[in-house]
């Protein structure tokens, strides 16, 4: 999403290199407060991340899912340490045959409202997803999931389209996941904000004492959680929410924050890795930053005036051949971002450079000769105007720089005039979905940590990215990938799936990055380990 998404919940979990981690803090610092458990009572955390929505239904973001994450029960999470999930509020989780996923529910489950947790709230929790089908939500997730059902209290039955479905499992601890209060939570739309923090519909390790939109979040530990993980270990989280990173910078050296986490821009992480009265923590990620094309009303584009497929994927083609990922990794990013060249990252199995081979000079380096060649060839004699979208909040202070250096890098070549422009998160959410922006930036963050979450949400035909790209071929070899058991023959599959959307360049993958957190050096046990948990990735989306 996004912005927007492993997960928060998937702590420390690593597939062939590429972790998906947590931060947490279970000692104190500033003002807060230890018990005698060795935990704190009270911790204050400051991002510039923003919330669309705490209904699960209408957000796909790493803003909105890690609230989501502290608060909603899951079937399906990752204890620490382990890239593979468990059952968490769920007693236990199994294929009973080849389409039919079956889950046994812990007994004694509640809501923090006092509303029983059964099966009818997990079918109710599912069933709503795909019928609100939200376009910024989590919905293409669930592509294969036919029906769900719940034959009693404790029983869910759910019966897939295809037959081994080796990320089914994954999905369902995934933002596609959370189990709602079917009291609470509208059946056919989204429930708004307020109305879901008034029911107190929680049931995760934390529920919202109090709510006040993208400003403040007071968490307050949830005594009756029964899930996978461990039981809170700080009593109390404030959530601060900034509109400028030069603030949270601020924040950071008064004093008057236990913890940073996203975004600081790499400069002010630089800064502050020099004063010694903070400390900086990077953990591996699997985060990726990418361009997306419009296929309707991107320059050529299908809705256009003056539509031309051929001279469409030349415009792309040109684009890919003229950036350069060593500049923006090393003059933006100061080297906590890498180039990416490919779909899946670097890390995961199955990840290639196919790009790296298809544009460029083969080695990773523009080619301006090449990008000239592919544009003239389409019949394309004039330079092209594009209209190249970021948003200014959701990425971190270092999106300016970013998008600023790929304009320079597209229109030294002569080829291109861009047109830069930037919105809002919460605006820019909406209006990605609606064909406003013909080319726009996007970040990925894992929902689990397997190269299929770095494909299935993106190039199916009913995708996340509403970009209207469709590829019959795509799509059927990432529907049998998905089901193949065959180890060798599914990462053949991954990587023909990857040479397929290269050449078609749905979108431009231009980096994978670590992530960053910055806390007070009196703030014991900083750690991947603990209760209050971040989506701390390599890619949501968003």
């Avoid at 990077?282 to 991107?298: H, K, L, S």
Wanted: include cysteine; glycine fraction near 8%.
């Amino acid at each position: 999403m996004t912005s927007a998404s492993r997960t928060g919940r998937r702590i420390a979990a690593a597939t062939a290199g590429v972790a998906i981690a947590a931060l947490t803090l279970s000692g104190c610092a500033g003002g807060s407060s230890s018990n005698s458990s060795g935990g704190s009572k009270s911790l204050t955390i400051g991002t510039t991340d923003k919330v669309t929505t705490l209904d699960p239904a209408g957000s796909y973001d790493n803003g909105s899912f890690n609230v989501q994450n502290q608060v909603f029960p899951f079937l399906m999470n990752t204890p620490s340490n382990s890239p593979d999930v468990e059952p968490d509020i769920a007693e236990s989780a199994e294929f009973t045959a080849p389409t039919e996923y079956t889950v046994k529910l812990k007994e004694g489950l509640k809501f923090a409202n006092g509303n029983e947790l059964t099966a009818s709230d997990v079918k109710f929790s599912f069933d709503r997803q795909l019928k609100i089908a939200d376009e910024n939500g989590p919905s293409s997730l669930l592509y294969n999931l036919e029906k769900t059902e719940a034959p009693d209290d404790l029983t869910v039955v759910f019966t897939l389209k295809s037959e081994n479905d080796q990320v089914f499992p994954q999905i369902l601890s995934s933002p596609a996941g959370p189990i709602v209060d079917e009291d609470v939570f509208s059946a056919d739309a989204l429930t708004l904000d307020q109305d879901i923090v008034k029911g107190d519909a929680f049931a995760g390790q934390y529920t919202i004492a109090s709510y006040d939109f993208n400003n403040l979040i007071s968490y307050k530990a949830n005594p009756e959680y029964k899930g996978l993980l461990e039981k809170a270990k700080t009593e109390t989280v404030n959530v601060k929410y900034y509109a400028e990173s030069s603030n949270l910078k601020l924040e950071v050296q008064e004093g008057n924050i236990d913890l940073a986490y996203r975004s600081l821009s790499a400069t002010d992480v630089e800064d502050l890795s020099k004063n010694k009265n903070v400390k900086v923590h990077t953990g591996p990620g699997g985060e990726t930053r990418y361009i997306v094309f419009n296929f309707d009303t991107q320059p050529f584009g299908g809705t256009t005036d003056d539509a031309d497929p051929a001279k469409a994927l030349a415009v792309r083609q040109a684009v890919a051949d003229l950036v350069d990922r060593d500049e923006l990794a090393d003059e933006v990013y100061k080297g906590t971002y890498t180039p990416l060249y490919s779909y899946v990252p670097d890390g995961l199995t199955g990840a290639t450079t196919v790009l790296k081979d298809l544009y460029g000079d083969g080695e990773g380096k523009p080619d301006l000769d090449k990008a000239k060649k592919v544009l003239a060839d389409a019949g394309i004699t004039e330079p092209v105007e594009l209209n190249l979208q970021y948003s200014n909040d959701h990425y971190g202070p270092s999106s300016g720089d970013e998008y600023a250096l790929i304009k320079s890098q597209l229109e030294e070549s002569g080829l291109f005039t861009v047109n830069l422009q930037t919105t809002e998160w919460v605006q820019y959410s909406k209006d990605r979905t609606a064909d406003v922006y013909p080319l726009y930036q996007l970040g990925w963050f894992p929902d689990y940590s397997d190269a299929d979450n770095y494909l299935t949400p993106f190039f199916l035909t009913e995708n996340f990215l509403a970009n209207h790209y469709s590829n019959t071929e795509v799509n059927d070899m990432i529907l049998k990938q998905a089901s193949t058991p065959d180890a060798a023959e599914r990462t053949q599959l991954i990587e023909d799936i990857q040479a397929a959307v290269a050449a078609d360049l749905s979108t431009l993958p231009l980096l994978q990055g670590a992530q960053v957190a910055v806390s007070g050096t009196d703030v014991d046990g900083v750690t991947l380990d603990a209760s209050f948990k971040f989506r701390y990735a390599p890619l949501s989306k968003g």
